[in-house]
């Protein structure tokens, strides 16, 4: 009798990467909706740092992208921010200030020798708006749906063509109950059209900062050449490991507040009966269309 040997889970890793590897080498087109594979969470790192004395715990797989831009960044151990002003998150604006903890880029794969079809890119980041009211903070859960929207609506209310705006957001809003913190996530999704996706997670971990995790989904068309005639019939790979891969990670995060951010958040909470976040929260309403001139 022959007894099978079972992988090891290192030995399932290896024949994963290798099966990847040749996934990338592009020898054909696919004219067919597919699967798109990559890397998944069980090949993750964790990630532990701090910022302002808060401990944060994430779940990254390694960079493995041809992009060249995020620039792959680990976690420094420590982040001291609380007299620290935040670089601009846009540059021509002076409304939030943002700074980056983690970056990584992840390309994913159709069948044998077709080559990328899409790649997942993420960031890490602290956020803090400029100008809050006095005695509001973050921890407030008012305040907080609020920033979250005056956020969306300083990345992507500019975005505006003939059609109207290109991008609803916040979409699929979810509060999340598990953390210490009042916490969201939610999709900004294309207004027209259907091949790119950004996920959200956000909390805040003062007063007056965020915590956010942000996930950029691409990937290709099935036929190219339908673009030339009709986009509405244009059909789609299945992007689900891409969607499974952000998820995993946004679900791996772990918080736990300082000493200082519980205070703040029991302040800012105090004579408030219903801490919870709103179950829905509609996509915001910006600029109508454009006129061409």
């Not at 998150?89 to 079809?117: M, Q, V």
């Not at 969201?184 to 995790?213: Q, Y």
Request: charged share 25%.
């Amino acid at each position: 009798m022959v007894t099978r040997k079972i992988p090891t889970i290192k030995e399932k890793i290896i024949i994963g990467l290798r099966m990847l590897l040749l996934n990338a080498i592009k020898l054909r087109d696919i004219n067919e909706p597919c699967k798109l594979i990559g890397p998944t969470i069980k090949n993750a790192r964790k990630h532990r740092f701090k910022v302002d004395g808060s401990q944060i715990c994430l779940d990254l797989p390694r960079y493995n992208s041809t992009l060249k831009y995020p620039v792959a960044r680990n976690p420094k151990k420590d982040y001291k921010q609380e007299n620290y002003r935040l670089k601009n998150t846009i540059p021509s604006k002076n409304d939030w200030g943002c700074l980056i903890c983690a970056a990584r880029a992840w390309d994913f794969y159709g069948p044998l020798f077709t080559g990328k079809l899409g790649t997942v890119t993420m960031v890490a980041t602290i956020d803090s708006p400029r100008y809050l009211k006095p005695n509001t903070s973050l921890f407030h859960p008012r305040v907080f749906e609020q920033s979250v929207g005056e956020y969306i609506t300083l990345l992507r209310s500019d975005d505006i063509d003939p059609r109207g705006q290109n991008w609803l957001a916040p979409s699929n809003w979810v509060p999340i109950t598990t953390l210490e913190a009042v916490c969201c996530k939610f999709d900004v999704i294309p207004a027209h059209g259907r091949r790119h996706l950004e996920k959200w997670l956000t909390l805040p971990i003062s007063d007056n900062k965020l915590l956010s995790l942000s996930f950029n989904l691409s990937w290709s068309y099935v036929d190219l050449e339908a673009l030339s005639t009709n986009r509405d019939n244009i059909e789609h790979h299945d992007i689900s490991a891409m969607e499974q891969l952000c998820d995993d990670i946004m679900n791996s995060l772990e918080v736990r507040l300082s000493d200082r951010a519980l205070a703040q958040q029991k302040a800012a909470l105090e004579g408030l009966d219903d801490t919870s976040l709103v179950k829905e929260y509609p996509p915001l309403k910006w600029e109508g269309p454009k006129e061409l001139i």
